[in-house]
């Protein structure tokens, strides 16, 4: 059964913050449930048991909204504003991209380490709206003092009858950047990530909405 989307009125009550800094955690709004609400790691089968097995991230029904926040373009002089909120367990991430001065959004996760041990990719549920999102992930290698964001484009699978999708990213398909720059790295490092976050840098200018049902680790 799908979720529901959010109303035009709870919408507008949306805070959309964090447009020059990065790290701090989204507003809550009125009328909705936490912010970017972070669900605690919670096996539905055990990593390692066979080609199927996921751990899931989150789903979005925990009450825990410190390990989430946004991080806009504003951290390197962009205008572009983003963020998020969770409604009937369905997070919606969405704002409006500017490319002039610098073209990014992303919601992240903060990881406690050992989410992704023993997995080999990311399975995500989502209804996507026609634009390109990408999957990053940050693990413990550093390219001039600064943490490796390995990325690789979400791409969605057949569409439901309601928009819904799952987008599956194979760690072996990222690609090691920081700020947006190719740089030579190891390759991601499950067992030491730090960091999760979906990002929307397609280069067009304009409004997103991305809704995500749930995010799983899988072996």
Not at 140 to 159: K, N, W, Y
Request: aromatic share 8%; proline share 5%.
């Amino acid at each position: 059964m799908s979720k529901p989307r959010a109303t035009s009125a709870m919408l507008s009550l949306v805070a959309l913050i964090m447009t020059a800094t990065a790290g701090s955690a989204v507003a809550q709004p009125p009328s909705s449930e936490p912010v970017l609400g972070a669900a605690e790691a919670q096996t539905t089968s055990p990593v390692g048991a066979g080609s199927n097995a996921c751990r899931r991230l989150t789903d979005f029904t925990a009450d825990d909204t410190g390990r989430w926040f946004v991080v806009n373009d504003g951290v390197m002089g962009g205008r572009s504003d983003g963020g998020g909120f969770i409604d009937g367990s369905v997070l919606r991430f969405e704002g409006e991209v500017v490319t002039d001065g610098g073209g990014f959004t992303s919601a992240r996760l903060q990881l406690e380490g050992d989410e992704l041990v023993d997995t080999t990719r990311i399975e995500m549920r989502m209804r996507p709206d026609g634009r390109t999102y990408g999957l990053t992930l940050e693990d413990a290698a550093q390219f001039r003092g600064r943490f490796v964001s390995h990325r690789a484009d979400l791409e969605a699978g057949p569409i439901d009858a309601d928009g819904w999708a799952t987008a599956v990213v194979e760690y072996e398909e990222l690609v090691p950047s920081v700020f947006g720059v190719l740089v030579d790295a190891p390759a991601f490092d499950p067992g030491t990530a730090r960091e999760f976050g979906i990002i929307i840098a397609d280069g067009i200018d304009g409004e997103f909405v991305l809704d995500i049902d749930w995010i799983d680790a899988c072996a």
